[in-house]
């Protein structure tokens, strides 16, 4: 299949800035069945494209049952959940057919074989063609809000995605806003401006 992007044109991934382009052949594990999936297609979605290093490994699975666990709080923040690897869609089916952690796993799972979009997204190690473990949060506008890439041994925590989205859709729907450390649902905002320079304590009070 081919990728939307033109490999002397690669826009690389930036916070706060439009996301690369991609477009790639996906198993859809509900459906049994192969796809095709555009960054294009996506728009006026929050999406995540939730990138894990390789099917048939040990904490990737971990992590896949966890975001799936969240299905249905995901689903209530109208968000997007993309698993994506440098495996083939073969692979991804025969590994959903295989381990007992991904089982009625809800999740497109996009098929990146070449790397081109994990070498946009500057989580390829080219040496293995091996993907890191990233997290990207699109925006409705297709901009990048979240980049998040921890170390390979290290399993993500779906909690703490959902807190960053219910942060970012409570910004987007609050011009002006800032959620400070730790924000949940209901907590304190800060309105950023100079008269609370020097005197945060004090507008979270």
Known sequence: MSHSCDMDEVTFVKIDEPAPAFDLPAYDPIKDDQTQIS????????????????DFTFVCPTELKDMADMRDTFTSLGVTILAISTDTHFSHR???????????????????????????????DFSSGIAGRGTFVIDPDGIVRVIEVTSGPLGRNSAELIRKIEALQFMREHPGTACPA????????????IKIAGEVFEALQ
Do not use: C, Q, R
């Not at 728009?43 to 494209?49: H, M, T």
């Not at 809800?106 to 390829?124: F, K």
């Open 39 to 54: 960054l294009e297609s996506l728009a006026g979605k929050w999406s995540v494209l939730f990138y894990y290093p390789a």
């Open 94 to 124: 025969a590994w959903v057919k295989h381990e007992k952690l991904m089982e009625n796993f809800p999740y497109l799972m996009l098929a990146d074989h070449n790397g081109e979009v994990a070498s946009m997204y500057n989580i390829l």
């Open 182 to 193: 730790k924000w949940a649902v209901g907590s304190k905002t800060l309105t950023p401006s």
